[in-house]
């Protein structure tokens, strides 16, 4: 005996695709409070942190701020050389021609201090957007474990005009 339920259900399910989506009913929203959830595709994608992941992120921030920490002070004291160098040396005038003369010192620390600091603006340019882009991930991954500990809150939908969760 073939009972009337499995006879629809065969049928829906060899009819064409167009006629299945064609049969399909919404019914409509409930008034008064109700409730949202995300729907299946957002929450099957969205990565699920854990408290590793933040400890990851948390370090990897703090190596890049220590590499930011790392070269100003390397910054710092190439400016330093190359104004301590600086100062070993003299602007001459002579006719015709217009020099900058220094003694052994401060040919060896403009040089020196000059490349340690251009070096260094290189390396703070860098490490400073890298602290940004990880406290952006860091950041994220806090919001992401702080809404899916917290959910949803009660509020008042200005759109629909009711309660929802």
């Known amino acids: 005996m073939i009972s009337l339920v499995s006879v629809a259900a065969w049928t829906w399910a060899v009819a064409p695709a167009s006629a299945q989506q064609t ?7 409930p008034s008064g409070v109700i409730t949202t959830a995300p729907s299946q595709t957002y929450a099957s994608s969205a990565p699920a942190y854990t408290q ?18 790392a070269t100003s002070a390397v ?8 104004g301590i160098g600086a100062s070993q040396c ?17 040919d ?6 000059g490349t340690l600091a251009g070096l ?10 890298m602290l940004g882009v990880r406290n952006r991930a860091k950041r ?7 809404r899916r500990y917290y959910g949803t809150r009660f509020h008042w939908d200005i759109d629909s005009g009711r309660f929802v969760f």
């Open 90 to 106: 003299e602007w001459i005038t002579q006719p015709g021609t217009d020099e900058y003369r220094c003694n052994n010192a401060g």
């Open 23 to 29: 049969q399909a009913v919404q019914a409509p929203p």
């Open 75 to 82: 910054f710092g004291v190439g400016v330093i050389i190359a």
């Open 140 to 146: 994220e991954i806090e919001r992401d474990m702080r």
């Open 52 to 69: 590793y992941d933040l400890e990851e992120a948390r370090e990897r921030s703090r190596r890049t701020r220590v590499a930011l920490i």
């Open 120 to 129: 260094a603006a290189i390396g703070m340019i860098t490490s400073g957007a």
């Open 108 to 113: 060896v620390m403009v040089p020196l201090g």
